[in-house]
């Protein structure tokens, strides 16, 4: 990461966050030019074939106060907490029968930003381009009012495709979602609901395709792709991607995996699609998918959730449901914070600037952004730099 991104990504913390945290942001940018050429100069660790471990202090935190935040953690029903500051666990916590390699059952949308980098993946490999119609792969759509979306608006959550909370919530939120036949014949079967690129919409069903676009593009079934592409380049041993009875994956939700292998999907986006020398994901991959996906929502990239401006507009599909919202969508955190984020708070929390990623998975109904700025907001606390 170059000083001038760092630098950049300060002068962002500066003018966005809460006069609160100003005198902090200013420090961020009078010694933007040294840090980058110091810490984050140096060449990353990488967790191959593990995680490496490190005392916080070590890493300008301080052990006691991560006690008060790993109460803040347990007091929010959480199943793990997982702190990473410059590529080192400082901090490692599980409840409720999870461990190092015990996963979560089910870490719902965070699979979608698995998504996103799959087929960014395959973009590179000349498999796709994300400005392709997605009816190039999807010939059900070719020549009907679905015919102009492009890849790019799946990813975005912008296509338009018809979208009812009921069924988007029956066919994802459901445990026996794995048992069902089709489903991705059923999403792509779904209608038109409105011109592509007019309206924004958090929409499972219309991520779903994004199953028939991959394995017509690369060849073969997107479960096969994912795991040959990015988990097991990734070292994600105890990481499973669902699939229906067809065989098809599940593209918006239904990953099995831990909290150190969740952390392994940030860390590659943190080091720009790098993974121990070897380029997964391009650059330039990840700075697209890491900003707004369209005019539509400023807090969504391509199924990455962000930060945002004092005068940005975004939607959340727990918020009055998807009523628009002015402002910071997370106040408490620095303006280039990004996350993947799931049902009951499965979070990743990446922070660039700072050389950070925060884990949490939890079992208890958490909506909303809050569970991402509060988490973020209570590890801060034990930040000494």
Request: net charge negative.
């Given at each position: 990461m170059t000083g001038a991104k760092i630098a950049m990504s300060s002068l962002k913390e500066l003018l966005f966050n809460k006069s609160g945290r100003m005198i902090k942001s200013f420090i961020a940018v009078s010694i933007a030019c040294t840090f980058?050429?110091?810490?984050?100069?140096?060449?990353?660790?990488?967790?191959?074939?593990?995680?490496q471990s490190d005392t916080p202090e070590n890493h300008d935190f301080d052990s006691t106060l991560l006690q008060d935040t790993s109460s803040y953690a347990e007091s929010i029903n959480s199943d793990s907490l997982l702190i990473i500051r410059n590529g080192h666990i400082i901090w490692e916590e599980y409840w409720n029968g999870l461990g190092q390699t015990t996963p979560q059952k089910n870490v719902w949308s965070v699979t979608k930003s698995f998504t996103s980098i799959l087929v960014g993946i395959?973009?590179?490999?000349?498999?796709?381009?994300?400005?392709?119609?997605?009816?190039?792969?999807?010939?059900?759509?070719?020549?009907?009012?679905?015919?102009?979306?492009?890849?790019?608006?799946l990813l975005a959550n912008s296509s338009g495709r018809h979208h009812s909370i009921f069924f988007d919530n029956w066919y994802f939120r459901n445990e026996n979602s794995v048992g069902k036949s089709d489903m991705t014949g059923y999403a792509i079967?779904?209608?038109?609901q409105s011109t592509?690129?007019?309206?924004?919409?958090?929409?499972?069903?219309?991520?779903q395709t994004l199953d028939r676009v991959l394995s017509v593009a690369t060849g073969i079934s997107t479960a096969s792709y994912a795991t040959s592409e990015l988990v097991n380049p990734l070292g994600?041993?105890?990481?499973?991607?669902?699939?229906?009875?067809?065989?098809?994956?599940i593209m918006p939700s239904h990953m099995k995996t831990t909290a150190r292998d969740m952390a392994r999907l940030g860390y590659l986006?943190?080091?720009?699609?790098?993974?121990?020398?070897?380029?997964?994901?391009?650059?330039?991959?990840v700075t697209a998918a890491t900003s707004p996906g369209s005019s539509l929502n400023a807090a969504y990239g391509f199924l990455w959730w962000l930060n945002t401006g004092p005068n940005d507009t975004w939607l959340h599909p727990a918020i009055n449901n998807h009523a628009t919202q002015t402002g910071v969508i997370f106040p408490d955190a620095p303006a280039d914070l990004y996350a993947a984020s799931g049902n009951n708070g499965q979070v990743v929390i990446v922070s660039p600037s700072e050389n950070l990623i925060i884990v949490r998975q939890g079992h208890v109904k958490v909506d909303g952004p809050e569970i991402i700025n509060g988490l973020y907001r209570e590890v801060a606390a034990a930040m000494t730099n």
């Open positions: 980058s050429t110091s810490t984050l100069a140096q060449d990353p660790i990488f967790p191959v074939p593990t995680w395959a973009q590179d490999q000349g498999h796709l381009s994300i400005n392709d119609k997605a009816s190039d792969y999807i010939s059900q759509w070719q020549g009907g009012s679905s015919d102009s979306v492009t890849i790019k608006q079967g779904r209608s038109q592509p690129g007019t309206v924004w919409r958090y929409n499972n069903l219309a991520i994600m041993l105890n990481t499973t991607v669902f699939t229906d009875n067809s065989g098809q994956m986006f943190l080091n720009d699609g790098n993974w121990n020398g070897q380029q997964i994901v391009p650059h330039s991959y």
